[in-house]
């Protein structure tokens, strides 16, 4: 049997890498733009939110979107446009220029999840799948934990605007070579049918579904009924909690480190790679264990929600940074955290679990629009809670998320079973 999917596991990883590269540039750059553009903490809190009011906005169309358009045609189009879109931020000049061009790059990134998450469903069999999602969700992390000094020493190099046009122009490559080597499993002339029927009876390959006989088209009455099904909304709250603590460290943490705790630039910038490293190590953990169980045929309502409960319990350690001033302490008590968050990052998986197979772009659109509206409303809501340079009420509100999230998915979910129509 050949091993395909792997690859294609990799292409879909690095795509989140530049993905995330292009989303959180941002967050390195902050304290530069607004020194040079004299913008408030308020008026920055708009700009890192800006990304998720287009991306949050337009996840239903874009989960729409991928049901009906082939991942090899749509990814290196989102991509190309994403990028460019990232290119361009280093020759602004104004805060309405700014909030435009992260606006644009959330118009181009919105399919790109629920692309990933049909990509992987099309690729790899029930038992593989929380490993195959926990590796390109990592790429989230370790793309962060590995390259955020390399963004800082970037800009340190090139200044902040070399920092948006170096990374733009990495992603509008990567758009040409996936264009150039991603195919759909029956186009891919190097699987072998072996593979091909491995991936099959493990309810993969979701166009040769017994549940796909006709192309899928919108329906409001599917979208009213995937919408507030009790099962997707304990899944959607979650969503919303885990994006909350995430979107912390990828928008506001260096400020927090900078501004807050008083560290140096350069310092700042490995230090905030530790958090991302625990979350590295969270998200592989538990998508690996996940799978490891299902193996062994532990019940998915322990394979799969344990370590996202779990996850959701260590988030709130981030509490603990406002009871120390140490910064070893600090940075230890944010890793736990993150740890916890990368724990809880197989999400993705209730979304192939749950939603029926001719909605599962649907499913994935909703999904990330309730995890997309973390980022439109933590951003702006930090901004306010730090107008005065005191961080510690966002830390609070951050840890009370993360308690949310594990009663959404304690009381909601129940038993992990495929929704019927």
């Not at 072996?194 to 006989?213: H, M, N, P, Q, W």
């Not at 973390?374 to 966002?394: C, M, Q, W």
């Amino acid at each position: 049997m050949t091993k395909k999917r792997y690859l294609i596991l990799v292409f879909v990883f690095v795509s989140v890498v530049i993905n995330y590269l292009d989303r959180s540039n941002i967050s390195v750059a902050a304290f530069a733009i607004s020194d040079e553009l004299g913008l408030s903490t308020v008026q920055m809190g708009l700009v890192f939110s800006a990304f998720a009011w287009t991306y949050s906005a337009l996840q239903i169309p874009g989960g729409v979107l991928v049901d009906r358009v082939r991942p090899r045609i749509l990814y290196p189009i989102m991509l190309m446009l994403w990028s460019l879109s990232t290119l361009v931020q280093g020759f602004i000049s104004s805060l309405t220029a700014l909030i435009g061009c992260r606006a644009a790059v959330g118009v181009f990134e919105a399919p790109s999840y629920p692309c990933n998450n049909k990509i992987v469903t099309n690729w790899f069999p029930e038992n593989e799948r929380a490993s195959a999602i926990a590796v390109y969700t990592s790429g989230q992390f370790i793309g962060l934990a590995f390259l955020t000094p390399v963004l800082v020493l970037i800009q340190s190099a090139m200044g902040w605007r070399g920092l948006f046009i170096v990374t733009g122009l990495i992603g509008m490559f990567w758009a040409v070579a996936w264009y150039y080597f991603y195919r759909d499993p029956l186009n891919h002339k190097t699987i072998n049918e072996e593979e091909l029927e491995y991936i099959t009876k493990g309810r993969g390959f979701e166009d040769k579904s017994a549940d796909v006989v006709e192309k899928s088209t919108f329906s409001w009455s599917d979208f009213r009924k995937m919408l507030t099904h009790h099962k997707l909304i304990g899944v959607y709250i979650g969503q919303f909690c885990l994006g909350s603590l995430f979107i912390f460290f990828l928008t506001w943490f260096p400020t927090y480190l900078v501004k807050f705790r008083g560290l140096d630039f350069i310092q700042s910038g490995f230090l905030a790679s530790l958090p991302f490293l625990g979350a590295f190590v969270g998200v592989l953990a538990s998508g690996f264990t996940s799978d490891a169980l299902v193996k062994r045929n532990i019940s998915p309502e322990i394979s799969r929600k344990a370590p996202i409960l779990l996850g959701m319990l260590l988030s709130v350690f981030i509490i603990g940074a406002n009871y120390t001033d140490n910064t070893f302490l600090i940075i230890l008590f944010l890793s736990i955290a993150f740890f916890g968050n990368g724990l809880a990052s197989i999400t993705w998986v209730f979304v192939s679990l749950l939603a029926p197979v001719r909605l599962i772009g649907l499913v994935g659109g909703i999904f990330n629009f309730i995890g997309g509206l973390s980022a439109v409303v933590t951003p702006i809501v930090i901004g306010y809670l730090a107008k005065d340079g005191n961080f510690a009420p966002a830390l609070f509100y951050i840890g009370a998320l993360a308690i949310l999230g594990f009663c959404s998915y304690l009381f909601l979910i129940g038993k992990i079973e495929r929704i019927q129509l």
